[in-house]
Every structure is written in structure tokens, then in C-alpha cells.
């Protein structure tokens, strides 16, 4: 199995990722499928054509929108186009992960929840081909590790549905920021958009290492030619290599620093059994994790102490929640950052058939596998052992890990 370099010579898009994934040899029926799949047929032309920039040839993706409908597309009604689509898991997760990043760049920018962002460019037709098309391209690739070197923005001005707007746009700099991004500014002198949301957004959720492996050989290649003219050649390069085990695998950013929410409360007029159906509704609508205890209060009654950890983008919801569930008149919030390892879920075979487990990438590149709480509950109910003896039969058996998710 190889793996795959982008080059973003100097900036990303996300047509220019998609011609040069033709380019390097991805079926048009591959790049269409799914599309056709989440009943988009009829909303578009997509065309493939020889192209050249400053006398570099290359394939220039052309996506022509025949959709007139008035519809503005919201995060809520691309969700639900995907999670009701018949798409393979892995690629439906992936084209998911793509656009809720670019949902939570625009809440953020407009100060909003990511459920209500209106998409406009991004969901514009053109923009769903490119993002649907590139994560089906690598999808169908099935690369070991995906690298890119660090993109370039540029500088000056694009219009876009909100106006006019400097560039890098407000939403490039928030996924830029949320993802940790490395970007190189030599051609700040440039006038233009070197790197749009839909190519940051592309790079920010399926590139594994920003930075090539310091060894490799190169298989195959395709170019991908932008509209744009520079006086540099416009144009993105995806290989096919094969890398050598060197410290670049150490090198991805990690651990990763991300913004949180903290909101706590002290209650002292609820049931223990109210609390704790209300701590674990606060789990289930995606606290990262909740913590309480007993406390002593005024009038020496005795209260409880709740603190919860969330997504910085669900703070809002989750004021609703302390005050539609618990009977607090008040809630203490802060933002706070966190250093986390990377780390995803997936399920590797063992003696005990495949099991979840959770892999987690340490900072000197090594990676370690734990087995989820639930599963290992399980055996030791099944097989009647304790769960040291579980935990070593996982250890010493586990193979052929499959990831459910990319590293996050």
C-alpha cells in the first residue's frame, strides 16, 4: 500500500485537488459515484480538461451548476443529506468530518451555532462536488498516510456572497487556527487567494503529516491546474510514494492545543437521582466529560458541585440544558485551552474476535492501544476471567487495527 503527497505549489483548492486526482488516475466513476448516491445528478456537469499554467500541463477540474434552486443550504441540511445517503461508512464519515469542521469555522466566525450556519460558497453545488469528489478520490486510493507540505495563503481581496473580504477569509483563519496549521508566507507580495475554505478545510481533516517524509520514491503524480494566473505556475500536485521509516512520523503536530468551555454549578435543592439523570444527560449531548461531588452549602445544607467539559462550540446549548434540567438559577462559564494527544477509535482482532479499542499517538511518534472499558466489561462477564488476564489476552493477540476515525 503507498501513500500520498500533496503538494500545494503554493496554495490549495479544492477543484485543483480534484483535477490533480484525476490526473493521477482516480475513475471519473469513482469521483461521481457518491454523488450520484446522495441524489445530486441533476445538479451538475463535471468536466475534466488538459490544461496549462505558465506552460505547465495539467487537468483543470470544471464543475458546471445547473441547480436553480433559490435554497440556501444550511450545516443542518448537508447533515442530513449525508447521514441519510447510501454511502460506505469510512467515506460518509469522512465527507462528514470535512464539511462539520467548515460548520464550526463559520459558527465561530459569525457567532453562531455551527447547526444554523448558512453555507454559501461552500455550499454552493460546485463546492459539494469538489469535497464529495476529493474525499472519494483518497477514499478510493486507501493510502497508508496522507502528507502535505505547509500551504500559503496570499493577501488582497475576494468576493464572496458576504461582501468583500480580505484574504486569507475569516473562515480560512479560523480552521487554520483550530487545526494548528502551519502556513508559509513567502508570496504574501502576491495579490490573490492562494488557499480557499474548501481546500484548508480538504488539507485540515485528511492530511495525517504537514510536511513530506524526509525519504520517499515517487510512483506516480498528477497535476491539478487553478483558474487563477500568478506569475508562478497555479497548480497542485498529488503522488503516489513510497516513504522510508524516518523521525517525520514524529512530527505532526501533536499534542494539539484546542480551546474548551468549562460550566459549573452548585446545586442544593435537587434529588441525588435527579442529579445524576442530569449529569447524564449532560454526557449525552456531547460533554467531553462531567464531574460532581458533594458539597456543604449555606444554611448547612448539603448540595452538589457539577462541572462540565465541552466542545467550545456547544456552550450555548448546553446553558439551555443547566437551565431546562437542573434547577440552578446560575452558571459559572470560562474558556480555557487543553493540550491533548491524538488519538482515534477502531477495532482490531483478537483471541476474542474484533473488539473496539481507542489509539492514542504519543509525542515521540510511538503508539499505544487501550481496549474500551465497555468491551473489556463484556468478556469478563462472557469468559468468566478477571480483566488483568482480558487486558493481556488483547494485548498479546491484537492485530490488523482498522480505524474508524482519522487522528484527532
Avoid at 490573490?192 to 480538504?202: K, V
Wanted: charged share 25%; net charge neutral; aromatic share 8%.
Amino acid at each position: 500500500m503507498e501513500d500520498v503527497l500533496i503538494e500545494c505549489s503554493p496554495g490549495i483548492s479544492g477543484d485543483m485537488l480534484l483535477g490533480a486526482f484525476y490526473d493521477l488516475g482516480v475513475p471519473k466513476k469513482v469521483i461521481e459515484q457518491p454523488l450520484l448516491d446522495l441524489g445530486l445528478k441533476d445538479l451538475y456537469n463535471l468536466e475534466f480538461k488538459e490544461s496549462k499554467s505558465c506552460s505547465i500541463r495539467g487537468i483543470k477540474a470544471k464543475v458546471e451548476n445547473i441547480d436553480y434552486s433559490p435554497t440556501k443550504r444550511t450545516w443542518k441540511s448537508i447533515k442530513e443529506l449525508i447521514s441519510n445517503g447510501h454511502l460506505e461508512n469510512k467515506l460518509k464519515q469522512i465527507i462528514f468530518e470535512v464539511f462539520e469542521s467548515i460548520a464550526n469555522a463559520e459558527g465561530k466566525v459569525h457567532g453562531i451555532k455551527s447547526e444554523d450556519v448558512h453555507f454559501h460558497e461552500i455550499g454552493a453545488i460546485d463546492s459539494l462536488v469538489d469535497i464529495i469528489g476529493v474525499c472519494a478520490a483518497l477514499n478510493y486510493l486507501n493510502p497508508k498516510k496522507v502528507y502535505c507540505n505547509e500551504p500559503m495563503l496570499g493577501k488582497g481581496f475576494v468576493q464572496t456572497e458576504h461582501g468583500k473580504l480580505s484574504v486569507p477569509p475569516p473562515a480560512v483563519i479560523e480552521l487554520i487556527r483550530q487545526k494548528n496549521i502551519k502556513v508559509l508566507s513567502s508570496f504574501d507580495a502576491i495579490e490573490g487567494e492562494l488557499s480557499t475554505p474548501t481546500g484548508i478545510a480538504l488539507l485540515s481533516n485528511l492530511v495525517d503529516y504537514m510536511q513530506p517524509p524526509s525519504k520517499y520514491s515517487i510512483n506516480s503524480y498528477g497535476v491539478g491546474i487553478g483558474n487563477l494566473k500568478f506569475p508562478f505556475p497555479n497548480l497542485v500536485r498529488v503522488y503516489k510514494i513510497s516513504s522510508f521509516k524516518d523521525s517525520s512520523f514524529n512530527k505532526k503536530i501533536n499534542p494539539k492545543c484546542e480551546e474548551i468551555a468549562v460550566q459549573e454549578a452548585w446545586i442544593d435543592d435537587q434529588t441525588a437521582e435527579d442529579i445524576s439523570n442530569f449529569v447524564e444527560k449532560l454526557r449525552i449531548e456531547g460533554a467531553y466529560d462531567v464531574s460532581y461531588q458533594a458539597i456543604n452549602m449555606k444554611k448547612n445544607r448539603i448540595g452538589f458541585s457539577i462541572q462540565a467539559i465541552l466542545p467550545i462550540e456547544k456552550k450555548e446549548c448546553f446553558r439551555r440544558l443547566w437551565f431546562n434540567y437542573s434547577s440552578t438559577i446560575g452558571v459559572r462559564e470560562r474558556t480555557q485551552s487543553r493540550w491533548i494527544l491524538l488519538r482515534r477509535r477502531g477495532e482490531c482482532s483478537t483471541n476474542f474476535g474484533n473488539i473496539k479499542v481507542k489509539q492514542t499517538l504519543k509525542p515521540d511518534g510511538s503508539v499505544t492501544m487501550k481496549p474500551e472499558n465497555d468491551e473489556v466489561l463484556r468478556l469478563q462477564l462472557e469468559h468468566k476471567i478477571s480483566t488483568d488476564e482480558i487486558r493481556k489476552i488483547i494485548k498479546e493477540s491484537s492485530k490488523n487495527f482498522t480505524a474508524f476515525e482519522n487522528w484527532k
